[in-house]
């Protein structure tokens, strides 16, 4: 996913308003002002629309760690120059203080089945024998679930197939 359409999902998820997604950016360490912010949120065909780099969703995902969970004692984290879906996806289970079982709930709530292996693998470092890249499909059905779950939509989707070619009840 490009991370354009993960802060739009956020934003529409935690119903977060302009001067809110600000306070977010400055708690995760980068000043942002209101008309980056609007042209990050644009669809992609938008003229007025603009790129978010890994730095900036970086910053917003620190910041958002920081508003639902406190800050941490000590120096705060720098914002990521490089993120990938796994890293996003750990950090949203850390900024909603998600343990395994609950991520898997999430899942199950759009359709995507996940064991607690597989999402083990997620967050292994890169190189650990049991890593697994974070494919787009399984950071957009959890964002759909987080949605589902957060903002109360009942309307469960079809079952998605999951990527490790598993049948996925």
Not at 30 to 55: M, Q, S, Y
Not at 66 to 84: A, S, T, V, W
Request: glycine share 8%.
């Amino acid at each position: 996913m490009n991370n354009n359409d993960v802060l739009r999902r956020l934003r529409y998820i935690f119903d977060l308003s302009d001067a809110r997604m600000g306070k977010i950016f400055s708690l995760g360490g980068l000043e942002v002002r209101r008309g980056h912010i609007v042209a990050w949120t644009l669809k992609d065909e938008d003229p007025a629309f603009e790129e978010c780099n890994d730095r900036m969703l970086a910053a917003f995902l620190n910041g958002l760690i920081i508003e639902k969970r406190g800050k941490r004692e000590g120096p705060q984290p720098k914002p990521e120059q490089q993120l990938g879906n796994n890293l996003i996806l750990m950090k949203l289970k850390i900024a909603l203080a998600l343990q395994a079982e609950d991520v898997i709930e999430v899942m199950d709530l759009a359709g995507f089945s996940l064991s607690a292996s597989e999402l083990s693998a997620f967050t292994r470092r890169p190189g650990h024998r049991n890593y697994r890249k974070c494919q787009d499909q399984v950071l957009r059905n959890f964002l759909m679930g987080l949605q589902i779950k957060l903002r109360g939509e009942t309307q469960k989707p079809e079952p998605v197939p999951s990527p490790w070619g598993k049948p996925n009840q």
